[in-house]
């Protein structure tokens, strides 16, 4: 990316639209959690990488003994100042974490594949100063997208189908077997038709591209109008981190608790450790 690429991406997230869209998100993934849970043990120094608008800061502030949140959009950092008055939040780059000594944080967090919309010159850099500021022993947590997820899963709500089935039988005054099996074949057979459309678009924009067999690569996602995006399949991530003397912990489809495909997951979530110095 170049320069003028990253001041792309900075306003994308300044602008006022999106940081309301990320102020409104109170959610972990089922994934996150478990990663938070596992591996950042309570009463540990958090730093908070491209917190947004502050998604996951109550879990994370609840469990830490210190808890700092930055991001490289100032528009993000007076909405999480909002949010959260009692809670440390700074602008910055992850590139430059000079702020912070050497050791400084038991666990660094960069979600929502925040590493992926950093300029390609410094993502290196990235790693090295998130490496610089973990103690010995602690631990990096983060997503990325991957570039070969071109199958897209059937899914549906099988909770909420049973629910609207037993009230249209309550008021028809109908046994519910009656009302829920059309309505089940009907729904598993859309959703089939839904993902193969979906598969078929993905195949006609994603087989062409080169990122694709090569694993690793930038594109323009559409999202919030477009951001530049860096994808890369595990194994390059992994060969990047042990490169830059990080330690693998564990990888972890997005879409855990579901197996997760190298072919259908949006993007892994990372745990890497900083082994302590020989």
Known sequence: MSEIDVNRNQRVYDAPDVVAHYAGLEYLTPCERLLFETHIPPRSTVLDLGVGGGRTTPFLAKRASRYIGIDYAPAMIKACQARFPDLEFLPGNA??????????????????????????????????????????????????????????????????????????????????????????FFRLVWANVHAFCGTLMRLVRWLPSRMFWKGEGERLDPVHGGLLTHYAVPEKVIAELVSLRFRLVQVLGSDYPERSHLYATGWYYYVFSRPGEK
């Open 95 to 184: 590139a430059d974490l000079s702020k912070f000594g050497d050791g400084s944080f038991q666990a660094a967090v960069f979600a929502f594949n925040g590493i992926d919309y950093v300029p390609a010159a410094v993502r290196n850099k990235c790693f090295e100063e998130i490496r610089r500021v973990l103690k010995a022993g602690g631990v990096f947590i983060f997503s990325s997208h991957n570039p070969r997820a071109v199958l897209m899963r059937a899914r549906w709500n099988r909770d909420r189908l049973h629910g609207v089935a037993q009230n249209v039988a309550r008021k028809m005054r109908l046994p519910q077997s009656l009302i829920y099996i059309p309505m089940f």
